[in-house]
């Protein structure tokens, strides 16, 4: 499914149709809900965008590097393997997915982080927690879980 023009909010939740990918090509959409859905891929080029709303369903992979303003990612329950992320993210919340590794350290206003139940090995989970308990010493991070 490919989405173009003037959306500022797309609501598609609970779909069980065929629809596999989504995109959306445009400058007004501000606000994705895609909630219990089989869509494996995920690809926005949305330069408002602030809120995304993808939890429990098939997610594989999320492109939102052309997300500049991207605030908060609900992307848990799904099969994520892969994650790149926005500089203005607030909030992420992956969760039971299948990540291994995950890079925050464009991610200066991050606050929220919910990771557990995903296959992180030792070093790439070490590596993630040193980066956010040495740059988020502000007192505002809120722990890992």
């Avoid at 859905?37 to 939890?55: F, G, H, K, R, S």
Wanted: net charge neutral.
């Amino acid at each position: 499914m490919t989405i173009y023009g003037n959306v500022q909010r797309f609501f598609c939740d609970s779909n069980e149709s065929s629809v596999t990918g989504f995109e959306y090509h445009g400058t007004c959409l501000n606000q994705l809900y895609l909630r219990k859905n089989n869509i494996d891929t995920l690809v926005l080029d949305a330069p408002n965008l602030y809120q995304i709303n993808a939890e429990n369903g098939t997610l594989k992979y999320v492109d939102v590097t052309k997300c500049p303003y991207l605030t908060y990612l609900y992307a848990y329950n799904n099969e994520l393997t892969h994650l790149d992320v926005s500089k203005k993210l607030y909030g992420l919340y992956v969760y039971n997915n299948k990540l291994s590794y995950l890079d925050v350290a464009n991610c200066t206003n991050i606050r929220y982080v919910y990771i557990y139940n995903n296959p992180f090995t030792a070093e790439a989970y070490n590596d993630l927690m040193c980066y956010l308990n040495k740059n988020r010493s502000d007192g505002n991070f809120r722990p890992l879980y």
